[in-house]
């Protein structure tokens, strides 16, 4: 069970749109719609942003959206804002009740 | 307003056993979620350690079940975490979390407990 990949950052000015890419296999993110991505702040603890695939939770702005093709989730923020700045991290079901986590992304708002 | 708050020693020796509690509160520890751990190194990155339902039913990380005991204590609302014979990568800041609407995410999370493995 090794950590799904994800790119180490991302940046993108004011405005724009990113995309992180969380890479699997096919035993976890490419047989399952249960990926999730989490926003992590420095010192804080993870907060659930998506869940399985593409959903968000109440609260979570729409700026955010998720989808999955393949064995590679992604995670698009749309019209980027300081306030977006932190880590973010996808996780999988991976089988036999396990998960598994990606390796995080930095994003930066130029 | 659920909470989960995690607690325990800062401060472990080498080969000794570490070993947190998650207090729920606001929630039964015996409503239908299940309730995981999650650990941090510092710097790095998150890794799902295991999960607990009511029943006593867990689930482990592959690469740490030999090590690991996950535990609930329904009379005092809260679960527990040991984790034996641990060393210096088992430094961590740990978190204890409840899943999303019954699914496989985790939508509520403690704030943290920083746990150094030193002599």
Not at chain 1, 54 to 71: A, E, I, L, Q, Y
Not at chain 2, 26 to 33: A, W
């Given at each position: 069970?090794?950590?799904?990949?994800?790119?180490?950052?991302?940046?993108?000015?004011?405005?724009?749109?990113?995309?992180?890419?969380?890479?699997?296999?096919?035993?976890?993110?490419?047989?399952?719609?249960?990926?999730?991505?989490?926003?992590?702040?420095?010192?804080?603890?993870?907060?659930?942003?998506?869940?399985?695939?593409?959903?968000?939770?109440?609260?979570?702005?729409?700026?955010?959206?998720?989808?999955?093709?393949?064995?590679?989730?992604?995670?698009?923020?749309?019209?980027?804002?300081?306030?977006?700045?932190?880590?973010?991290?996808?996780?999988?079901?991976?089988?036999?009740s396990?998960?598994?986590?990606?390796?995080?992304?930095?994003?930066?708002?130029? | 307003?659920?909470?989960?708050?995690?607690?325990?020693?800062?401060?472990?020796?080498?080969?000794?056993?570490?070993?947190?509690?998650?207090?729920?509160?606001?929630?039964s520890i015996i409503s239908s979620h299940w309730w995981s751990?999650?650990?941090?190194?510092?710097?790095?990155?998150?890794?799902?350690?295991g999960e607990i339902y009511h029943s006593g039913s867990t689930n482990?990380?592959?690469?740490?079940?030999?090590?690991?005991t996950i535990l609930v204590d329904k009379s005092?609302n809260q679960f527990s975490?040991?984790?034996?014979?641990?060393?210096?990568?088992?430094?961590?800041?740990?978190?204890?979390?409840r899943d999303?609407?019954h699914?496989?995410?985790?939508?509520?999370?403690?704030?943290?407990?920083?746990?150094?493995?030193?002599?």
């Amino acid at each position: 069970q090794s950590a799904l990949t994800q790119p180490a950052s991302v940046s993108g000015s004011p405005g724009q749109s990113i995309t992180i890419s969380c890479t699997g296999t096919s035993s976890d993110v490419g047989s399952y719609d249960l990926v999730s991505w989490y926003q992590q702040y420095p010192g804080k603890a993870p907060k659930l942003m998506i869940y399985e695939g593409s959903k968000r939770p109440s609260g979570v702005s729409n700026h955010f959206s998720g989808s999955k093709s393949g064995n590679t989730a992604s995670l698009t923020i749309s019209g980027l804002q300081a306030e977006d700045e932190a880590d973010y991290y996808c996780c999988s079901y991976a089988g036999s009740s396990t998960y598994v986590f990606g390796t995080g992304t930095k994003v930066t708002v130029l | 307003q659920v909470q989960l708050q995690e607690s325990g020693p800062g401060l472990v020796k080498p080969s000794g056993t570490l070993s947190l509690t998650c207090a729920v509160s606001d929630d039964s520890i015996i409503s239908s979620h299940w309730w995981s751990w999650v650990r941090q190194p510092p710097g790095k990155g998150l890794e799902w350690i295991g999960e607990i339902y009511h029943s006593g039913s867990t689930n482990y990380n592959p690469s740490l079940k030999s090590r690991v005991t996950i535990l609930v204590d329904k009379s005092k609302n809260q679960f527990s975490l040991k984790l034996i014979s641990v060393t210096a990568a088992d430094t961590a800041v740990y978190y204890c979390a409840r899943d999303h609407l019954h699914g496989s995410s985790f939508g509520l999370w403690g704030r943290g407990t920083l746990v150094t493995v030193s002599s």
